[in-house]
């Protein structure tokens, strides 16, 4: 029997199918339906056998992470800053092969060479500088590695000059006819990527070495964040926040700050217990004790009181403040007068990074989604099992990097000098200038009964053969 065409179709659409090409008769109607079913079936337990598998995946990844990201924690700060290092370097890769042309680059052989040799230069420059403190320490405590890069020390910043402009210089000679469009997009946007992933995830490193904290507790509120705004915006959300992020709600945004500034508040006062995470690191060591000679204020419980906070505005500002206190009632002034809060001073810096990474920090993620949305991709790249890649975890991450380093050199960085920077200004010295101070600097000891007469005596007579009269007097 010929079915007519409108019949043929809706029938199509109802998961039938026809089993000879244009009959059909009466057993095809029962097994039809059926048949349609099974397939359905099928299909369904496919697409749930996958979830599962990428559900798994993600699992196991997720442990695997979380088991070394402690392992590194408890093995120091120098093998955290080589994790740092190799986060970056799977970042720069995945960015890097967004505007790969396999076509063109076969025509200009060695440029990817070129993009990893700016990239090593930048990780010479800054490493070198964030922990050059604490690697004259550790240099200076042997005379053979003191004699062997004492000049590296010293021509640090020349020398990644240096090699920054033989990489310039290579990139000029390798232009090539036709090519030249391609090559300096592929110049200008190896440096985009260094400018605005790596120089800011960079900041990290300096914050490990001024205690463990200023990196694992910005870092952890990030991640807070994340989850505090995601189940927020599920249980609460109904008010779209951005159009580059249409699952973003209002209603996450704010719970995300109230969770994130709840949970900064109770983080920081339970990392600030234990030395391994507050004391400073001065020199390069591995898996060794931390001792603080003595512990940061911050890390000590004080009272402060609501007077208190018009010390640190601004003139005018605290000044306005005074003029409006004066004109309330006297009992409302004595109330204010009597309010204080007793707590730990760096429960307060973590409430100020809670702020950031809640209000801020986010927009690290939106940019990341317009950039994904240019080049029409889900995903940065592959790097982590079941979560993408590695730049689609640490989007926010850069940005509060950049924050946390700032706010502390501005508001918790102690600001008389160290033996790191002392030995840093000293190095730079020649051997003779070197050699006044430290004669001078045994005087000082000898007066300070720290070092005994005769030693400094040896010391002094020997400074005396060796310099000029004028600087031996």
Not at 129 to 136: C, P, Q, W, Y
Not at 260 to 283: E, H, I, K, N, Q
Not at 409 to 430: E, K, Q
Not at 441 to 458: F, Q
Request: one cysteine or more.
């Amino acid at each position: 029997m010929q079915l007519p065409k409108a019949l043929t179709i809706r029938l199509r659409r109802r998961g039938w199918r026809r089993l000879s090409s244009g009959s059909m008769n009466g057993s095809a109607d029962t097994a039809s339906p059926k048949l349609s079913r099974r397939t359905s079936n099928a299909g369904a337990a496919a697409e749930a056998e996958n979830r599962f598998k990428s559900f798994r995946v993600r699992t196991i990844s997720t442990i695997v992470l979380i088991g070394t990201f402690i392992g590194i924690i408890a093995a120091g700060h120098v093998p955290l800053m080589f994790m740092i290092l190799g986060i970056q370097f799977l970042m720069v890769r995945e960015v890097f092969a967004l505007a790969r042309v396999r076509q063109q680059e076969k025509k200009v052989p060695g440029f990817r060479a070129q993009q990893w040799y700016f990239f090593f230069v930048a990780a010479f420059y800054l490493y070198i500088r964030f922990i050059k403190k604490n690697l004259t320490i550790e240099l200076t405590s042997s005379a053979r590695t003191a004699a062997m890069f004492g000049w590296l020390l010293r021509h640090h910043t020349i020398m990644s000059f240096s090699l920054y402009t033989a990489g310039f210089v290579l990139f000029v000679l390798t232009l090539k006819k036709g090519m030249y469009t391609y090559q300096f997009g592929q110049y200008a946007w190896t440096h985009m990527i260094l400018m605005t992933i790596f120089f800011p995830s960079s900041f990290f490193v300096s914050n490990i070495f001024e205690g463990l904290i200023w990196f694992l507790l910005p870092a952890a509120l990030v991640i807070i964040n994340d989850i505090a705004a995601y189940l927020a915006g599920f249980f609460f959300g109904r008010t779209p926040l951005i159009q580059l992020s249409p699952k973003k709600t209002w209603e996450g945004f704010v719970g995300g700050l109230i969770g994130t500034t709840v949970a900064s508040w109770y983080m920081a006062g339970f990392l600030s217990r234990f030395d391994w995470f507050v004391c400073p690191r001065t020199d390069l060591s591995i898996i060794q004790p931390l001792d603080c000679a003595a512990t940061p204020s911050i890390y000590s419980p004080q009272t402060f009181y609501l007077t208190d906070i018009l010390t640190l505005l601004p003139a005018e500002a605290s000044d306005a403040l005074m003029t409006l206190f004066d004109r309330l009632d006297p009992g409302w002034q004595a109330l204010a007068r009597g309010a204080s809060l007793t707590c730990l001073p760096m429960q307060l810096h973590a409430v100020v990074l809670a702020t950031f990474a809640s209000l801020i920090a986010p927009f690290g993620g939106f940019f990341a989604s317009g950039f994904k949305r240019g080049f029409k991709i889900k995903d940065f790249g592959d790097s982590i099992p079941g979560h993408g890649g590695m730049t689609d975890r640490m989007d926010c991450q850069v940005v509060m990097a950049v924050f946390s380093y700032v706010y502390f050199t501005s508001y918790v960085a102690p600001t008389g000098p160290s033996v790191g920077s002392v030995l840093s200004a000293a190095v730079r010295l020649t051997p003779l200038e070197q050699l006044d101070l430290f004669s001078r600097m045994a005087n000082v000891l000898v007066g300070a009964k720290v070092l005994p007469s005769a030693i400094g005596e040896t010391i002094a007579t020997h400074a005396r053969r060796r310099l000029p009269p004028a600087q031996s007097t």
